[in-house]
């Protein structure tokens, strides 16, 4: 009934008018502004702190340092290591040192000026390739190591002395900005019996309510967060946003005001995560007939200045480090090491971009040297259901990828396609490039901890029904797809749905809104909630309908008997009879993943409850008198169970893919050697804009999946992975250059090119 | 643990230093002024209504009448018959007829003054006396009658004819206005999504959900009210809110702008709903020793212009008629009737302060005539457990009225104290007087449908727990009372758990705060929630404590085995646990009444769940020279079943008492013959000040109630209901002088007071 019809999102209209209401947006009285004073210096020792004179200023309410926090000075992401305010030492160009409130903008930045601060300065570590230099300062640990994840399956030795082919190269990646559409911010409201309300742009209102909890010392009950319309997120309010619900939420029970704290764009790109850079070194050993049996791959990840969130990006990224292919030797390592730089954490694909980058990429190369098409060799190892991933997980149902790669080949008509673009022989070369991925959904064995999910769902007396979940809207539809669920459910129509906001008050801890959860979790929560609700209401209407509560179904907006579907109430007169006899008909409903087994030490289990599958396609054109490369068409398959929302589904697609093109082709994102941000605004960091968007063609593959809602998986993040090898790989096609670095800038690719040109 | 203790209010310090956000403090973005156009005629034709030139006035937004609005006309209460804005006919002076929404206070008032509004006067019927005088208009159905209920019980031909003694009077009572501090007021928002959030002052948030849904066309799941800290109701704000909701809605919804309609007081006194004025013909038969057989009563109620919630005032004025006493035959008919006058609804005691005023000052007047002594009187047929009531129902457990009157005897040495006022020859007289009372706790019969709860709870990571429900704190300590039933419950300190704001959207329909019912049945829905709760940790932690979960109890803060009590987990440790294992710590449960057996032709019947019982014993002072009375000392013992915080009953007894007082004394609320208010404002209408406060002893006695919350029964209301004729009788008492007329001012004491001391 509502289930995989393209149904319009209920945010849009708010959303395109301007009517939605943001963080910014929101007034209260007696509110502050609050300000951040920051670091300009990646590394050095604090020896001088004096707020006296910035709290002198008119207009100023309170200037705190780290000294003034009433609970603890830490933001708990994976470790505690990430103080709210520095204390005695600054660790990157951003760092919060001090936090001001204040009438007005201005006051408030005057009061920033006027804090009295001294630093030394040390000599920062920016390399992460240096992180066990012995010259390098120790900034985490003994050894700079924050994490380090192994994968052990095999016997690589065996496994590359008995290829005929070994192939080895290593990749790098650089930053990628989230550029999310609004800063992050927030605002703390103290309440009349000594509590706080946050209100504020996030994902993960549960991190926050902990995070404010522990930093102001309330107990969790007196913390209630509320999550306002979020303009884009992406991972980039995963885990920073507990560092602004903290800094508001302090500066509001010093001051006794409500507190907004919203960061300038800038101050916003300077300071808040970022995708990792990475260096991948990928070594394959293979058969002569295209058999992979054997990888190594040791993956460096660039960390910043604080673990954050890096233990778990770097866990996603060696799950995902061999792709979609089954291979039987395999040993990785993974690694991510601190630097005096920003942290970076959380950005759609969560590690697995940097990693499937190198490994789709090393996929076309060993190919070429071996002599074999890259389809045929895709095709020849990809997985398949039964087979077994490199964690030695069976893959027991729903692989779709297969059917994703086939599509994506026969919509783009592939082998005519890609003969035909090489008969222009103009200065625009035009190639193809492929790469089939993989998506563990939800948190995986590193989160299982974390994988829970609650629902509210409420029946009116007039039949509409409220629901309200623990997982956000973000801009990815979240509300729309999980009304469809509720609406099919319960056999009602859509339009008789509505999804409240989220609030911490109002729901159980539902984990974080990550790692492709939200349909698939907060759905099954709503499924069995309202799975108790129809029971209740079968119960309550199984006599009037003359049989008994197993044979009462829901559907078509009425209750009907199963062995007589002519036999029915209409569901406003079904909730009428059971509200009358005092049925409960609100009710809060919990599903939570079971725990999954996973050895550390080998890197062996099952680390995904299901996979979502993608093959892309994509058509790159390269002007070889300037080195620029457009992405001109992509076709791209992806396999998400069941697209609740087909139309929503393709706009994942869509999105996913140019904020991936974004990140093979443009966006770079620099700090220097001396750890200075050389790029923090939109003029020299380029995301791309309307009229770079390529042609793209969503293709849906539906291999249901049986635990997930209506068959559905997760796969919000799987649109961005694939596509900067799709791109490299075409950008070969095209020209014969190999790109093993990205974004594939005229910068980079002209250079290789003029080689290639002048070899010719 | 919590239970029984004196623990500190929760809202007492945010009120008791102004800390405490009344919904006039609220502000939004873009937020208007709503105003009401209200008619200063009590009854007449519109023949004009033309808001053209209004809406040209700067700075106004919009002008609306009964034709704009988007859903029904209606408030719905017990009936439909009251618009939200006049149509053709105004019935009352201050009935609503239009409204406006502008940027300011001023542009609103020049807004309503602009607006051309031309009504044909119509004779009023203001005298509820005539309301079936051939000449009176008919304001209603075909006799003005809005309501008529019944008790008949045994034969009051034949009791009469047994009788030795027949005592026959008539007793009037007038307006009470409910003069809470904080007058009416609701801020409206329009939400992003299409649907409304409403903020304000109020009892019953359920009401106001359905109102704001039937007047704005909205389903009822895009409708949340939420209730802001309500500075008093005492029944004004139960079914009032739902007409200043909708005003604000609908203005909300025309302008796309939050909308903050806030009355003056004048304009709350001339509009808002009052006690209803009443005559009670009393007739009553006893035998020479004192056994009261018979009882004939009529009771009048004036419930002006629109029926709001009279039809169940006057039914449980009806059912407290003959006060707290066995009469085997009884015959009562209650009528309220139309008048052009404001509609009068809830107050506290709801209809039964008229007929126990007149009940109580009966049986004082009868004892007099059978030369018996009052307390004897009151002994000999106070009702007590096993006896029925004169609806015939059994009273079977928790009849507490012998200890509250043996014990107020005792405490106040009622004969010495009696003997001993005599004593004083000066102008000063002072004399002593009783009254026995009860009340029947929660809907009854009358409002089982509306008689469910619900209650949401959620135990937090940290152990704190955060609790929900559909009832409301208006002042009489709600939350601090179920905070203390929660802690008790889970047996951890009450500073753990914390009651969030009402909100619609948290919880089911909890029905109305209202009838003493809240810390009874939002108690008992806390209750059972607890009990899953509690039962989900059992299980999730037995295995732990070696034992089964039928063997686990909670209390001082543990989770221990009752058959080793030694062998525990801290409470934090055990929510721990059990969170890690996923349990659901986070539930809604629900709670509801029975269905009771009643006979609406015969007034026949169980009519409520239980009563509370009280004696009040009241020492009046009487200046003889002025005919001022004052109330110097009053000991008021109560049977509330348990004082879950005995702090807060002799708070509810000392307010009610000292509202009484006003009730009885001062308080005279005048509407005019032609239908005009004569004193809407605190100058003219004089309720008590601190000074005017007497001693106050309060009692507690606790009978247990078997299905209450550890024994408690309701009994906000009662208070106030029994002051009145024990000030009647102790100025009787003092002076000779027999006042059947509320309120005793100098003005109705004097001329009888002279008239007595020209006797002597």
């Known amino acids: 009934m509502a289930v995989g019809k393209r149904v319009k999102r209920v945010d849009a209209h708010a959303k395109a008018t301007g009517k939605a209401v943001y963080v910014s947006d929101m007034k209260f009285p007696g509110m502050l502004v609050g300000k951040v004073l920051r670091s300009k210096i990646p590394f050095g020792k604090i020896i001088l702190l004096d707020v006296s004179a910035a709290k002198r200023i008119k207009g100023v309410h309170t200037v705190l340092t780290a000294a003034d926090i009433p609970g603890k000075n830490v933001c708990h992401v994976v470790y505690d290591d990430m103080p709210l305010l520095a204390t005695d030492y600054v660790r990157y160009v951003g760092e919060p040192i001090a936090l001001v409130a204040a009438e007005s903008e201005d006051a408030a930045v005057s009061a920033l000026e006027a804090i009295d601060l001294e ?3 040390l000599p920062p570590l920016t390399d992460p390739e240096l992180y066990s230099n012995p010259e390098s300062p120790i900034l985490y640990g003994k050894d700079n190591i924050f994490s380090h994840h192994k994968i052990r399956s095999g016997d690589i030795s065996a496994g ?56 102001t010392g309330l107990p969790q009950s ?49 300071s808040m995560s970022k995708r990792h850079p990475s260096r991948v070194q990928v070594k394959l050993g293979a058969s002569s007939s295209g058999d992979i049996t054997t990888a190594e791959i040791d993956i460096l990840f660039d960390a910043g200045a604080y673990a954050t969130l890096s233990p778990v990006v770097l866990w996603r990224g060696i799950v995902h480090a061999c792709g979609p292919y089954k291979i039987p030797n395999v040993k990785i390592d993974a690694r991510a090491v601190a630097t005096n730089k920003v942290p970076c954490g959380a950005y759609r ?96 064995a590193g989160g299982t901890h974390l994988a829970r999910t609650g629902a509210y769902v409420s029946v009116q007396p007039d039949g509409s029904v409220q629901f309200a979940v623990g997982t956000t809207e973000m801009g990815q539809g979240m509300r729309t797809v999980l009304g469809q669920i509720v609406a099919e459910s319960l056999g009602i129509p859509f339009e008789n749905v509505y ?21 698939t979790m907060s759905g099954r929560a709503l499924l069995v909630t309202c799975s108790t609700i129809k029971s209740n209401i079968a119960k309550a209407v199984a006599g009037e309908l003359g049989t008994s509560p197993k044979n009462i179904a829901f559907g078509e907006n009425k209750v009907f008997r199963t062995d007589d579907p002519g036999t029915f109430l209409s569901w406003q007169n079904a909730v009428e009879k059971a509200l009358a006899l005092k049925t409960a008909l609100t009710v809060v409903g919990h599903d939570s993943s079971p725990p999954t087994n996973w050895n550390e030490d080998t890197g062996q289990g099952d680390a995904y409850v299901v996979f979502a599958w993608a093959a892309n396609i994509a058509q790159v054109a390269v002007d070889t008198r300037t ?134």
Chains 1, 2 share one sequence.
Request: hydrophobic share 35%.
């Open 627 to 760: 080195g620029v490369a457009r992405l001109e068409k992509l076709w791209a398959a992806h396999d998400m169970g069941k697209a609740i929302n087909p139309t929503l589904v393709e706009g994942q697609i869509e999105g996913g893919s140019v904020q991936g093109m974004g990140y093979s082709l443009t966006e770079e994102y620099i700090i220097d050697e001396k750890g200075i941000p050389l790029n923090p605004r939109f003029s020299f960091y380029h995301i791309p804009s309307t009229m770079d968007t390529p042609e793209i063609f969503p293709i849906i593959v539906e291999s249901a999946y049986s635990e997930g809602p209506y068959g559905a998986k997760g796969f919000g993040e799987q649109p961005l992975m694939g596509i900067a090898p799709a791109i490299a790989n075409a950008i070969f096609d095209a020209t014969g250059v190999r790109l093993r670095e990205q974004p594939f800038t005229p910068e980079r690719l002209w250079p290789k090119l003029k080689e290639v040109i002048d070899e010719n």
């Open 349 to 444: 694909g969560f590690g697995s971009p940097q990693t499937l980058f190198a490994i789709e990429s090393a996929i076309d190369e060993l190919a070429l040297k071996l002599g074999l098409d890259d389809v045929e060799l895709r095709r020849k190892n990809n997985l398949a259901q039964g087979d077994a991933t490199i964690t030695g997980q069976i893959l027991s149902e729903s692989v779709g990828l297969q059917q994703c790669l086939e599509k994506a080949l026969d919509k783009s008509d592939y082998r005519t396609l890609k003969s035909s673009l090489k008969d222009d022989c103009g200065p625009i070369k035009r190639g193809i490039g492929i790469s089939t991925i993989y998506y563990g959904v939800g948190l995986g």
């Open 499 to 519: 999804c409240l906001p989220v609030d911490s008050s109002r729901v159980p801890d539902s984990g974080p809104t990550v790692a492709s959860r939200a349909t």
């Open 222 to 270: 007196k913390v209630r967060i509320v999550q306002t319309t979020t303009g884009g997120a992406f991972g980039g309010k995963e885990d920073v946003p507990s560092l602004v619900a903290g800094w508001a939420s302090v500066l509001a029970l010093a001051t006794k005001r409500p507190v907004k704290l919203i960061l300038g764009r800038s101050e916003d790109m300077i």
């Open 119 to 121: 630093i030394d300065d």
């Open 160 to 215: 590359f002395d008995k290829s005929d082919i070994i192939f080895e190269q290593t990749y790098r990646t650089t930053y990628q900005e989230h550029a999310y559409l609004e800063p992050q911010g927030m605002l703390a409201i103290p309440t009349q019996e000594g509590g706080i309300d946050v209100y504020g742009t996030m994902q993960c209102p549960f991190y926050v309510h902990g995070a404010v909890s522990d930093i």
